[in-house]
């Protein structure tokens, strides 16, 4: 079946940086959007970036404008957030997802398909 497999969490400083990876396998990687959500303890999922599908197209949500920096390599089947100047409250579990609408979601729903998720703590 379809796998979405996160990594590059980890524990980093405020004002650190960390790159995650979305590696997709068992679909047509180019014909999905793909997003970038996150989740805090006792919140809910949020969105934090998107991709078209030719990766010509991207939308942020505020609060990493600027900061985040999401890509993809349709040769690798890979999805990337870069996060610069992270803070305190960055700190969630990152999860990508893979939507094979035309169009840029901004909210879960309509996603296809969901990594597994991977713990990013910006703590000093």
């Known amino acids: 079946q379809v796998q979405l497999v996160e990594s590059g969490g980890g524990l980093v400083q405020p004002g650190g940086s960390l790159r995650l990876s979305c590696a997709a396998s068992r679909l047509t990687f180019s014909s999905y959007a793909m997003g970038w959500f996150r989740q805090a303890p006792g919140k809910d999922r949020e969105f934090v970036a998107a991709i078209s599908w030719s990766g010509g197209r991207t939308h942020y949500a505020d609060s990493v404008k600027g900061r985040f920096t999401i890509s993809r390599d349709n040769a690798k089947n890979t999805v990337y957030l870069q996060m610069n100047s992270l803070k305190p409250e960055d700190t969630a579990v990152y999860y990508c997802?893979?939507?094979?609408?035309?169009?840029?979601?901004?909210?879960?729903?309509?996603?296809?398909?969901w990594g597994q998720g991977t713990q990013v703590t910006v703590s000093s």
């Open positions: 997802a893979a939507d094979q609408s035309l169009g840029i979601r901004t909210t879960p729903l309509g996603y296809d398909y």
